[in-house]
């Protein structure tokens, strides 16, 4: 098994930045990718961003193109996402996960084995 957790979140304001971290431990030779996904509020869970982890691949959703980026340090089993220029409507839990099957759909959650607990971004405006 692989085992997520999160960190970094909090209360910030229009503009600002955080990062997020994800460190994995457990069998994390079977990760072949992971991401980030968001949950708000009476929404669905929405792709945020993805690497693959030895590659370092990366993708990300149309809304936060630009202002977050996404990378992993392979030696510390940690991903990382730095956000800048933060808006209210990033406001959610973040949840990083990872997908060990090679799936090419990383933008489906569906498709990832293992969740962290979720870490709260709030962004006040």
């Known amino acids: 098994q692989v085992q997520l957790v999160e960190s970094g979140g909090g209360l910030v304001q229009t503009g600002d930045s955080l990062r997020l971290s994800c460190a994995a431990s457990?069998?994390?030779?079977?990760?072949?990718?992971m991401g980030w996904f968001r949950q708000a509020p009476g929404k669905e869970r929405e792709f945020v961003a993805a690497i693959t982890w030895s590659g370092g691949s990366t993708w990300y959703a149309d809304s936060v193109k630009g202002r977050f980026t996404i990378s992993r340090d392979s030696a510390k089993n940690t991903m990382y996402l730095q956000m800048n220029s933060l808006k209210p409507e990033d406001t959610a839990a973040y949840y990083c996960?990872?997908?060990?099957?090679?799936?090419?759909?990383?933008?489906?959650?569906?498709?990832?084995?293992?969740w962290g607990q979720g870490t709260q971004i709030t962004v006040s405006s």
């Open positions: 996960a990872a997908e060990s099957g090679g799936t090419v759909s990383l933008r489906n959650p569906r498709l990832y084995d293992y």
């Open positions: 457990g069998r994390t030779f079977k990760i072949y990718a």
